[in-house]
């Protein structure tokens, strides 16, 4: 069992930027890929990024290229999401999530987060 909080959430500009953490408790954080995903109103969850257990590989949706940065520290059992250059688009429900290797789709995801409202105002 992975418990998974995320935090960072908040109101911001366009163009501005924000960082999004997720605290690990539970099984051991490192041998979990995770993901992090966004849900707008009346809209499907969507992949955002992901990491490899290690950190070596990242791996980004087309959408946020460039302008997202995911990270993980084993150490501390987070993983972050570095949000620039934020667009009104961005505005979602953003979740972490735990999964035994990476993936994009939802359903390779086991663990979930609550999540963290991002709003960006134009």
């Known amino acids: 069992q992975v418990q998974l909080v995320e935090s960072g959430g908040g109101l911001v500009q366009a163009g501005g930027s924000l960082r999004l953490s997720c605290a690990a408790s539970g099984r051991a954080f490192s041998t979990y890929c995770m993901g992090w995903f966004r849900q707008a109103p009346g809209k499907e969850r969507e992949y955002v990024a992901a990491i490899s257990q290690s950190g070596n590989r990242l791996y980004y949706a087309d959408s946020v290229k460039g302008r997202f940065t995911i990270s993980r520290d084993n150490a501390k059992n987070t993983v972050s999401l570095q949000m620039n250059s934020l667009k009104p688009e961005d505005a979602a429900d953003y979740y972490c999530?735990?999964?035994?290797?990476?993936?994009?789709?939802?359903?390779?995801?086991?663990?979930w987060g609550q999540g963290t409202q991002v709003t960006v105002s134009s």
């Open positions: 999530a735990a999964a035994p290797v990476i993936a994009t789709a939802t359903w390779a995801y086991d663990y």
